[in-house]
C-alpha cells in the first residue's frame, strides 16, 4: 500500500508563514495529480491548490498570490508553501494523490493563525 505521510504545521501570527510536506511511497509518483486540501469542523473538505503531472497549478482564489504548491518528483514530495497567512487559513491540511481511479491520502496536519 502506498503510504503518504504529512510533515509540518503548527501555529503562527497573522502575517507568519508555514511549509507543508508531503512524502509518498511510491515510485509513480510523478504520473499522479498531488492537491492539498483544508477541513474546518463541520465544513467540507475543499480543495487549496494542486499540481498536474504535468506541472499545471490550480489554487482556490482564497489563498492565490499567497501559498504556493510545488513538487520534487525525485524525492516523491509536494510541497505547500504558506505566507501572509491569516486566521481565516485555520484547519486542518490534507495531502492527496490522484491518478485515474486510484487515491490516497495523507493523515492530516493541524495549521493554526491566531494573534
Known amino acids: 500500500q502506498v503510504q503518504v505521510v504529512q510533515s509540518g504545521g503548527g501555529s503562527v501570527q497573522p502575517g507568519g508563514s508555514l511549509r507543508l510536506s508531503c512524502r509518498a511511497s511510491?515510485?509513480?509518483?510523478?504520473?499522479?495529480?498531488v492537491a492539498w486540501y483544508r477541513e474546518v469542523p463541520g465544513k467540507q473538505r475543499d480543495l487549496v491548490a494542486n499540481i498536474t503531472f504535468n506541472n499545471d497549478l490550480n489554487y482556490a482564489t482564497s489563498v492565490s498570490g499567497r501559498f504556493t504548491i510545488s513538487r520534487d518528483n525525485l524525492d516523491y514530495t509536494v510541497y505547500l508553501q504558506m505566507d501572509n497567512l491569516q486566521p481565516e487559513d485555520t484547519g486542518v491540511y490534507y495531502c492527496?494523490?490522484?491518478?485515474?481511479?486510484?487515491?490516497?491520502w495523507g493523515q492530516g496536519t493541524q495549521a493554526t493563525v491566531s494573534s
Open positions: 511510491t515510485i509513480l509518483f510523478q504520473h499522479y495529480t
Open positions: 492527496h494523490l490522484k491518478m485515474g481511479h486510484i487515491e490516497f
